[in-house]
């Protein structure tokens, strides 16, 4: 089946630095995929859709200054979480869509993100 | 806002079906359902979807009711590894329509 590989699983990481995660799909080309964040014991929580060569669209609340993300292929979107601060620890996922038909969203393993 | 309302939590003894239903009494008819499980620190795994339907697959079998306003996610020998958030969405087919995840059932399977 599809595959979607993000990268790093965990990272720690002091604050005001940045960092960066990547979201490829291996097997399929994603003309959108998706970034959602989770804190713990909450559902996901949509971050922003990432459309390949165009720029990202942002849920209410999120800040685009903060949390980049480029989608410079089909199979290649990142997110970097600049000036990380203590609060932005969570569990960062990504998804793509394998535009064809009713396909299922397929969803990466997660990121870890601890900012000490 | 998330089109789908499931129990939080629902437990189940190791070899009997689990049962978890999903209520989208405003699903359109474009709408397929999906559903899917986390573990935890994992992220979502797909199960199955279907749009009016019944579906099996190798991990569960999916009714949808005839009026499409809910369905129900059958596990049919839950083991100790099924235990799991799951969470179920609706979703347009091919269309640019963004899932939205309500809160999920956490499962708990028992020895």
């Known amino acids: 089946g599809a595959v979607v590989s993000q990268h790093p699983s965990w990272v720690i990481c002091k604050s005001g630095t940045s960092v960066k995660i990547e979201c490829r799909s291996l097997d399929f080309q994603a003309t959108t995929m998706f970034w959602y964040r989770q804190f713990p014991k909450q559902s996901l929580m949509l971050m922003a859709t990432s459309n390949e060569g165009s720029k990202a669209t942002y849920e209410q609340g999120v800040e685009k200054d903060k949390f980049l993300i480029n989608h410079a292929s089909l199979t290649l979107s990142t997110l970097t979480v600049t000036s990380a601060h203590p609060e932005d620890s969570s569990f960062y996922i990504c998804?793509?869509?394998?535009?064809?038909?009713?396909?299922?969203?397929?969803f990466g393993n997660g990121t870890r993100l601890t900012v000490t | 806002d998330a089109k789908t309302t499931q129990p939080p939590s629902m437990d189940c003894a190791e070899g009997r079906a689990a049962n978890l239903p999903c209520n989208h009494s405003?699903?359109?008819?474009?709408?397929?359902v999906y559903w899917y499980r986390q573990i935890h620190s994992q992220g979502p795994q797909y199960i199955i979807h279907?749009?009016?339907n019944n579906e099996t697959n190798e991990m569960a079998s999916l009714i949808i009711t005839e009026d499409r306003k809910s369905s129900t996610l059958i596990l049919p020998h839950a083991t100790l590894r099924d235990t799991a958030v799951y969470y179920c969405?609706?979703?347009?087919?091919?269309?640019?329509?963004?899932?939205?995840f309500g809160r999920g059932t956490s499962l708990i399977v028992h020895p």
């Open positions: 998804s793509a869509d394998d535009t064809g038909g009713d396909s299922p969203l397929h």
């Open positions: 279907g749009l009016k």
């Open positions: 969405i609706v979703r347009e087919s091919g269309g640019s329509y963004i899932p939205t």
């Open positions: 405003t699903i359109s008819g474009n709408e397929y």
